[in-house]
């Protein structure tokens, strides 16, 4: 299973492509979408057709999202909230089911700890995927975020053999 993770931002939109075989990981590629433009339809539409990009290119058969927190700045809450719909949009304009995990949930599933920083998230990542070469924060955060799908996407494919096989 090939995962595409996205770690959503309007400036920076960090992606990061896995593919899970069992419970082997393996780096496949990771980056960061940079908007561009001066007013905010402008910087979507740019965010839209990199991230359209990054599908087309390496064709992942699920995606993860991670999901949106609100702060004290509501007009900024607001703006990543649009940036995080194109995150979702996208995906699913390619056909994939798409996961969404709270920061907290990564977290505790790649370092242990809900409440870890971003640097033990990014050795953390850097330890389960020996010789990963990270693009920055966001890409860190954005392959995280498929280690956290990729976990789960097997616990319920777990699951749902189990009771396949009960029903049987």
Known sequence: ???????????NMGWGVID????RLSHVANGICHSKGTDLAARLLSLYEQMTD???RFQPDQAAVEQTFVNKDGA???KLGQARGIALLVPAQAGLAVGEYAPNKVKKTIVGAGHAEKQQVEYMVKL????VV??????ADALAIAMCHAHYARAGAGYA????????
């Open 1 to 11: 299973m090939r995962v595409l993770g996205i770690d959503p931002g309007l400036r």
């Open 20 to 23: 899970a075989e069992g419970s």
């Open 54 to 56: 990054v599908v087309h």
């Open 76 to 78: 900024g809450t607001l």
């Open 128 to 131: 389960q995927l020996p010789g």
């Open 134 to 139: 990270i693009n920055g924060p966001d890409a």
């Open 161 to 168: 053999a189990a009771l396949k096989r009960a029903n049987a």
